[in-house]
C-alpha cells in the first residue's frame, strides 16, 4: 500500500539499479517477441506435434497439482501444526527440490522408480512401469512443483494461528470437521495461490522431466521438451511455443496475484 | 450435576482446585498471569496438566492421578469456551457460526439453523443472522459468539474475560445478556471487572499465583476481602496481621484499631485482616495532636487523581495504603512523591476480621 503521506523514503539511485533488474527481465522476453513470426504464428503452435506437447503439458501439469494438493496440504498441516521429533529435518528435505538441479531430481527419481530402482523392481514384479511414462512426467513435475504448495500453505497456516481451531473443538466439533469447516476455508487463498505456483512450475519442468522420462512425442514430450527439440531444426516454431508459454506464465502469476490481492484474509474483528 | 477439578501444571505453577454446584456461576477474579485462562485451557482440555482429575456429574473429563492417563479431547468435554474475542468463523454467515455446534453434533443442517435462529433471538441478534463476522460491530460479534457458545448446548460454559475487548458502550448490553442466559447455568466467567462478578456470578474465586487465594459468596469477598486483590477490586485498603483486642496487629508491630465484625467476634492471635476505604484516611504533615491511635509516619509513592478526589499511595515499611483526599488539599499540604507524612485512619471506618 502506499504511504498517504506521499514520503517514501527510497533513495534515487535505488531506482536505477531497480530498472536494470527489471530489463534483465522484461528484454530478453522482448528480444523473443522480436524474433517471433507472426505471419505464421497460428501454424506453427497448431501443429500436430505442438498440439500434442501442449496438451500432454496441461494434462499432467493438472493430475501433479491435484497430487501436490493431496500430498501436500497434509505435509503443510503436520509443519506447520504438528509437533513430532525429526520436524526441521523433515522440513529441509520437502523444501529441497527448490534448490535442487532438476536433472538431479530426475536422477534420484530413476533409481527409485526406474527398473532397477529402489521401488521399480518390486513394480516391474507387480507388471507396473514406471519410468519413460507419462505417470513419470507427473511424478516428476510433482516431485520439483510439490515446496511450492507447501511453503505457501504452511505460510498461511502459521499466520492464521489455531485460535479458532480451538474455538471449534470446544464447540464439538471433531478434529476432521474441524479441519474441513475451519481450517480449510480459513487458509483457501493460501492455498489457491500454492496450487497456481505448483501448476505453473509443472508447466514448466524440464530437466527432471527429461531424466526420469525421456521424450517420446505424445507421451512424455511436454511443451518445454518440445520447445528444446524444436530449436535446433526450427527456430521459427521454438520461439512462437515459448511465446504459448510465457503467455501461460503471464496468465497463471497475473491469477495468483490477482486473487492473493482480492481475497487476503478477512480481519478478525474483536 | 456438579462439576470438580483438581489439577497442577508445573511449568505455569499452576495449582488448583474447585467445585460448582448446579446452576452455579463463579466468577474468577485475579490479576494477570495469575492462572485465570490456563484453568480454562486445564478445564476445556486445550491445555494438559501434569496430575489432577475434573468430572462433570460424574462423567470425566480427565483423570491423570493414580496411573491412569485418562484424557477427553476438547470436542467430547461439553465445554463451551467463550474468548475474549468472539473468534467468529470469517467465512460463515452469523447464522452458521451459531449452528455450527449443532452440526458438529450430528443435526442436519435445518435443524441446526433452525436452532441457531432460537439462539440468535436469545441474545438480542437475530437481524444479524444473514451478516458476515466482518460486518459486525465488537459487541455484535461477541453477541453472536455467546449465541455460538449456547448453541453447542454445553454441561459448562468457560468465558474468558467476554468484555474486556468490547468498547464501553457495547459491554453493557452484553452484560445484560450474559445475566439472562447464565441464570441456573454452570458457567465459569474470568474477569478484571467487579461489576461483571456482582452481575453475573453467585460465588466469586480470586486467584493469585495459580493458588486460590480466597472464595466465597460475591458480597461477602467484596465486602470483607482478605486477599490484596479483592481488596483492591472493592476499593479498600487492607492490612493484613493478628486479632488484637483492639484491632490488628501488623509483623512491624503497628497497631490499626478498628472494629470487630460482628458475625466474626474477636479471637486474639488469630490471623486477620483490617479493611478500610481510603476515603476513612487522613493525610497530615509533621506530629499530629490528639488521638494518636491509628497515626502511621509513611512515605508517598504516588499521587494521581481518582474521581474528584486525589489518591495518595503510600508505601509503609510491608504494606501500601492509600488515602483520598480533596484537591484542594493536597495542594494545601504541597504533596510530592518522597514525602514523608502521616496517614490518620478513622477507627470507626476500619472492619477488623479474621483472615
Given at each position: 500500500m502506499k504511504s498517504a503521506t506521499g514520503y517514501q523514503g527510497i533513495p534515487r539511485w535505488i531506482y536505477a539499479i531497480a530498472a536494470v533488474g527489471g530489463l534483465l527481465v522484461v528484454l530478453p522476453l522482448a528480444a523473443m517477441l522480436a524474433k517471433v513470426n507472426w505471419p505464421q504464428f497460428i501454424p506453427l503452435v497448431t501443429s500436430e506435434s505442438s498440439l500434442a506437447a501442449l496438451g500432454l503439458s496441461l494434462r499432467t501439469s493438472a493430475a501433479s497439482t491435484v497430487l501436490c494438493i493431496v500430498l501436500g496440504v497434509p505435509l503443510a498441516l503436520v509443519l506447520a501444526r504438528g509437533e513430532f521429533p525429526g520436524q526441521r529435518l523433515l522440513r529441509s528435505f520437502v523444501l529441497l527440490p527448490l534448490v535442487l538441479p532438476p536433472v538431479v531430481g530426475g536422477i534420484a527419481l530413476l533409481y527409485t522408480f526406474g527398473r532397477q530402482g529402489l521401488l521399480g523392481k518390486s513394480l516391474e514384479v507387480a507388471g507396473i512401469q514406471i519410468a519413460f511414462s507419462t505417470t513419470a512426467v507427473v511424478l516428476a513435475q510433482t516431485f520439483v512443483a510439490l515446496p511450492f504448495l507447501v511453503v505457501s500453505l504452511e505460510g498461511a497456516l502459521r499466520s492464521a494461528g489455531n485460535r479458532f481451531e480451538a474455538v471449534a473443538a470446544t464447540l464439538g466439533a471433531r478434529p476432521t470437521t474441524v479441519l474441513r469447516r475451519v481450517t480449510l476455508p480459513l487458509v483457501l487463498p493460501g492455498l489457491a495461490s500454492g496450487a497456481v505456483l505448483s501448476f505453473a512450475r509443472s508447466l514448466g519442468e524440464f530437466g527432471a522431466t527429461l531424466t526420469f522420462?525421456?521424450?517420446?512425442?505424445?507421451?512424455?514430450?511436454t511443451l518445454p521438451l518440445e520447445i528444446y527439440l524444436q530449436r535446433e531444426t526450427d527456430a521459427d516454431a521454438a520461439v512462437a511455443l515459448s511465446l504459448v508459454l510465457v503467455a501461460v506464465a503471464v496468465a497463471v502469476v497475473g491469477l495468483s496475484y490477482g486473487r492473493r490481492r482480492s481475497s487476503t484474509p478477512s480481519e478478525v474483528q474483536a | 450435576m456438579s462439576f470438580e477439578l483438581q489439577a497442577s501444571l508445573r511449568a505455569r505453577n499452576f495449582d488448583m482446585s474447585l467445585s460448582l454446584g448446579d446452576g452455579e456461576t463463579v466468577a474468577i477474579l485475579g490479576?494477570?498471569?495469575?492462572?485465570k485462562s490456563t484453568l480454562l485451557g486445564v478445564i476445556s482440555g486445550l491445555l494438559r496438566p501434569d496430575s489432577g482429575a475434573a468430572n462433570i456429574g460424574g462423567r470425566h473429563l480427565f483423570n491423570l492421578d493414580a496411573g491412569t492417563r485418562h484424557w477427553s479431547p476438547p470436542h467430547l468435554r461439553g465445554t463451551a469456551l467463550l474468548a475474549q474475542e468472539a473468534l467468529l468463523f470469517p467465512h460463515l454467515n452469523a447464522l452458521d457460526n451459531v449452528a455450527f455446534g449443532p452440526r458438529s453434533a450430528g443435526a442436519s443442517k435445518t435443524a441446526a439453523r433452525e436452532s441457531a435462529k432460537l439462539w440468535l433471538a436469545e441474545v438480542d441478534a437475530a437481524n444479524l443472522a444473514n451478516r458476515k463476522p466482518a460486518q459486525l460491530s465488537g459487541g455484535q460479534a461477541q453477541r453472536v459468539a455467546v449465541a455460538r457458545a449456547l448453541a453447542a448446548e454445553p454441561e459448562l460454559l468457560l468465558l474468558d474475560e467476554p468484555m474486556a475487548a468490547l468498547d464501553i458502550h457495547a459491554a453493557p448490553l452484553l452484560r445484560r445478556v450474559l445475566k439472562r442466559v447464565l441464570k441456573d447455568r454452570k458457567a465459569i466467567i474470568v474477569t478484571h471487572d467487579v461489576l461483571d462478578a456482582y452481575m453475573l456470578a453467585d460465588r466469586v474465586i480470586v486467584v493469585e499465583k495459580g493458588r486460590i487465594a480466597e472464595e466465597g459468596p460475591t458480597r461477602q469477598v467484596l465486602e470483607r476481602p482478605r486477599s490484596h486483590f479483592a481488596a483492591g477490586l472493592a476499593g479498600l485498603n487492607l492490612v493484613t496481621g493478628t486479632i488484637s483486642e483492639e484491632g490488628i496487629t501488623t509483623p512491624d508491630g503497628r497497631v490499626f484499631a478498628g472494629q470487630h465484625d460482628p458475625g466474626w467476634p474477636p479471637l486474639p492471635g488469630q490471623a486477620g485482616v483490617a479493611a478500610f476505604p481510603p476515603s476513612s484516611v487522613s493525610v497530615f504533615l509533621g506530629d499530629v495532636h490528639g488521638s494518636p491511635r491509628n497515626s502511621f509516619a509513611v512515605t508517598i509513592t504516588d499521587l494521581e487523581p481518582h474521581g474528584d478526589q486525589i489518591r495518595v499511595r503510600a508505601g509503609g515499611p510491608s504494606q501500601a495504603l492509600s488515602a483520598d483526599i480533596t484537591p484542594a488539599a493536597s495542594a494545601d499540604l504541597g504533596l510530592v512523591p518522597g514525602m514523608e507524612v502521616r496517614f490518620v485512619v478513622k477507627s470507626a471506618l476500619v472492619s477488623v476480621y479474621p483472615a
Open positions: 522420462a525421456g521424450s517420446l512425442e505424445g507421451v512424455t514430450r | 490479576p494477570n498471569g495469575a492462572g
